[in-house]
């Protein structure tokens, strides 16, 4: 079954990291681009990161840029976000998704999301 | 920044019934705009894509239109289903998602 399966969510103090993974399964995790959306509790969406196939060339939102880090690893078919200088704002669910680019990109699979809570 | 409004907020609809939602984006977006379903406690699906382009796997009743800045997802014939909340996204200019739209049961 194609899926997506996040992971490495919890409770971290502000100003705390936390990095979260995502596990690919059935395609083939290097022909597509990759991606991460945030909800907070009661919120809609918002897009937090796109990375690209091949060289990887990522993209942020205004918000999480310069603290947040978006990697691959091809030869094992995961995902990374790297968090760090976390803030209470940054408290939500964390979904990996597959991305379709053309213009920019929309997200044609989801993972079921790991929670992130950022609280003192 | 694209900045992308949704409404009604809240819609309430018995089965049987044509819902239309809409999403307007601040600057034309072209037709780079895709719709999402969400469930309570789930992750989102895909619906629609290049505004009107339907996703395999996706029921038929289900349909997207216009170009620019405005844009509708138009549930024909709605199935007890297909309570939930709808997001659309522009991907013109990296990526903005509407607020939501929740189907509510009448």
């Known amino acids: 079954e194609v899926r997506l399966l996040e992971s490495g969510g919890g409770l971290v103090q502000p100003g705390g990291s936390l990095r979260l993974s995502c596990a690919a399964s059935e395609f083939t995790f290097s022909d597509f681009a990759m991606g991460w959306v945030r909800q907070a509790p009661g919120k809609g969406l918002e897009w937090v990161s796109t990375i690209y196939r091949g060289v990887g060339t990522t993209y942020y939102a205004d918000v999480v840029k310069g603290r947040f880090s978006t990697s691959r690893d091809n030869s094992a078919d995961t995902l990374f976000l790297q968090m760090d200088s976390l803030t209470i704002e940054d408290t939500a669910m964390y979904y990996c998704?597959?991305?379709?680019?053309?213009?920019?990109?929309?997200?044609?699979?989801w993972g079921r999301g790991t929670q992130v809570s950022v609280s003192s | 920044d694209i900045q992308v409004t949704q409404s009604p907020s809240t819609l309430s609809a018995s089965v049987g019934d044509r819902v239309t939602i809409t999403c307007r984006a601040s600057l034309s977006v072209g037709n780079w705009l895709a719709w999402y379903q969400q469930k309570p406690g789930k992750a989102p699906t895909l619906l629609i894509y290049k505004a009107s382009s339907l996703e395999s796997g996706v029921p038929s009743r289900f349909s997207g239109s216009g170009s620019g800045t405005e844009f509708t997802l138009t549930i024909s014939s709605l199935q007890p289903d297909d309570f939930a909340t709808y997001y659309c996204q522009q991907y013109n200019s990296y990526s903005t998602f509407g607020g939501g739209t929740k189907v509510e049961i009448k």
């Open positions: 998704a597959r991305a379709q680019t053309s213009r920019f990109w929309y997200f044609d699979l």
